[in-house]
Structure formats: structure tokens, C-alpha cells
């Protein structure tokens, strides 16, 4: 009785969340690659020949700025491959929006404007994010998170529910609603494991404030740097050429390497860096320092960080997107990403069987 409430409830389960199930599988298997396949789209913007050395930040960012009068170059996000460019944000110094460039960083020659890119990779990730739902982000992360709270729930029914026969392999000879019951358990039962692990970090990215604000409390840790406005500097002080400022973020974080630098006026220099063991794109390690005198004045190491940090900020979304041990992982979260589209549709097929009634009365599988 109680299995057979179980069964209902899981058919049941499975149909609303369907649709969103397997549209978030078939994008996140993609997303596993977006990178690459955002390159191999805009070759002309992000390809470039190595020549040698790279220039010098201040170098660079003199010939961009010398390239566009009345602007300055606010940030820059490092490629770190010898055959990717650098992109750059020029900022126009009067509150509008400013330049988003490509510049190949051993000439400091511009490759374009990265607005004009090719957005599909962009649309598919903002799509698995929050369903292109851009005026509505709220909303749509309320429904990828109860998506997630069923896909959860659906992993942990669908092993009680496999235990009795344990199936293992697919009989082919058999009816159409064999086939597809059979599919459905088989690669169910491979997959579980990683999409109960999809759904679990899914969730906890959908509620990060209140993951992190739990974690925490658990794992008690101090509070992290904030980005405040620094006091008015000396007169007469000049700020650090960039190159000092990132030596200095350098030797704050011994061994990380730079991967993102916000230098706008007035503000403390934000720097993102990355550990080898840190997966995510830009990195969560972080130094703030002052422009004028290099001067530490706030950092986050994720090789010292607090356990809470480093759940809540590193592993849930190394885990979710497959980059925690590297390419093996990735290739696995890829392929299970695509299960999950068959375990929706083969889903859905023997909810319809059920419903019809092709089932016996008393049974809970096809004979």
C-alpha cells in the first residue's frame, strides 16, 4: 500500500516538473562546454596569435586609453591562455554605459567590441539560470528552485521504487511500454546518484543567502571583506601604476593567480584571483587594496577560508556544473545532464501508461 502511494506519488511528481527537467538538463549538459563553445562562436573577438611576451598592464591599458580619449580602462578579466585575448571595460567617466573590448595583449591591437558577440551561449546559460525571466528573476528562481526540490524528491523515490526489481539492464525484445519502463529504470538507477547531487546543489543555489547564513551558523567564521569607499588620499599621492598594484595582489595571495582587476577611482582595487584547486570561473579568492599605497586592506583565501565559505561559495557549484576534479567530472555531468531529458520523456510516457490504465490493477511495472 504504502509503495503503491509512493509510485502515485512519484508519476504524479515527475509530470509537472517534466518540461522544466528536462530543458534544465539539455541546457546544463551544454553549459558543462560553454566556454569552448562561446570561443569556437566568436573566434574573431578572442582569438588571437601569441607574439612573445604579453605587454605590460600599464602598457596596455596606455594604449587603450591613448586609443579612446576621455576614457579609462576600469577593469580587465585576464583570458590566462596564450591564444585567448583579454577583455577590458572602458569607462567614460560620465555615469553612461562605456566599452566592453577584446584586445590582444601582445600588441594592445583591439579585436572588437564584445557586445557585438554572439549571444547564443549567453542565452542558453541565462535560460538555465533564471529561464531568460530578466524582469522577472524572482519568479524564475522560484520555479528552478522547486524544479529542483521535485527532481530531489524524484532521485529518492525512484531508487525505493527501483529496489524491488533492480534492474539492470534493458530487454530490447520487448513491448514499446517495456522498453520505455525499462530505460527509465536502468538509467534511473546510473543516474541517480548525480542528479540527486544536481538537485541538491541546485536548490542550494537557488537559496544561497539562506544556505550561507546556515552554513555558517554551523560552521561559525569571521565576516568577509566589503568594498567600501576609501578615505580622501594625500595631497600630491599618485596612485600605483596597475602593474604595482597587481604585484602587490600577487603577494597577498601567493601561488593564486590573477584573474579579474577593478580599478576604479576612489575605490579600493578589487582583485579576483584563483587557487589551481579553484574551479569556478572567475575565482573566490579576493584582495582589496589600496590604489595609493598597495596596502592590503581586505582578503579571502580559499586555502584558509572557513569551512562554511568554502561549501557555500567553492564546492556546491564545482559540484553542480561538474568542474571539482576537472575534465573527468565535466564529461560526467555532461552525460548525466543528458539522462536526465530521457529520464523526463520515458517519465512522462509510463505516467501516460498509468493513467490509461495499461498497468494492472495491483501492479506497479508493465509484465
Known sequence: ?????????????????????????????????????????????????????????????????????????????????????????????????????????????????????????????????????????????????????????????????????????????????????????????????FLFCFALTGVAMTWEGPVNTLLTRVFPSGPQPQRQRISSPLQGAVALNPDAILAAARGALPGAEIADAAIEPGRPVDIRMKFPEDRTPVGRSRVLLDPYTGAVLGAVNTRTAPLAFKIGRLWIREIHTGDILGWPTRVLACVMSLILPIMAITGILIWWNHSRKFFPPNADEPT
Open 1 to 193: 500500500m504504502i509503495r503503491r502511494f509512493l509510485l502515485v506519488l512519484h508519476l504524479w511528481a515527475a509530470l509537472p516538473a517534466s518540461v522544466f527537467l528536462l530543458l534544465l538538463g539539455a541546457t546544463g549538459s551544454f553549459m558543462v562546454y560553454e566556454k569552448e563553445i562561446d570561443h569556437l562562436l566568436n573566434g574573431r573577438l578572442v582569438a588571437v596569435q601569441p607574439a612573445g611576451q604579453p605587454l605590460t598592464v600599464t602598457e596596455l591599458f596606455a594604449r587603450i586609453e591613448k586609443a579612446h580619449p576621455g576614457f579609462k580602462v576600469t577593469e580587465i578579466q585576464f583570458s590566462h591562455q596564450a591564444n585567448l585575448a583579454d577583455e577590458v571595460y572602458l569607462d567614460p567617466g560620465n555615469g553612461t554605459d562605456g566599452l566592453v573590448l577584446t584586445v590582444n595583449q601582445y600588441s594592445g591591437i583591439e579585436l572588437g567590441n564584445a557586445r557585438n558577440a554572439n549571444r547564443f551561449v549567453n542565452a542558453v546559460h541565462q535560460f538555465h539560470t533564471h529561464l531568460l525571466m530578466d524582469h522577472h528573476r524572482d519568479a524564475a528562481k522560484w520555479i528552478l528552485g522547486i524544479a529542483s526540490l521535485f527532481l530531489l524528491f524524484l532521485s529518492c523515490s525512484g531508487i525505493i521504487l527501483w529496489w524491488r526489481r533492480k534492474l539492470f539492464r534493458i530487454n530490447w525484445h520487448g513491448t514499446g511500454q517495456r522498453i520505455t519502463f525499462d530505460l527509465h529504470n536502468v538509467f534511473g538507477v546510473f543516474s541517480s546518484f
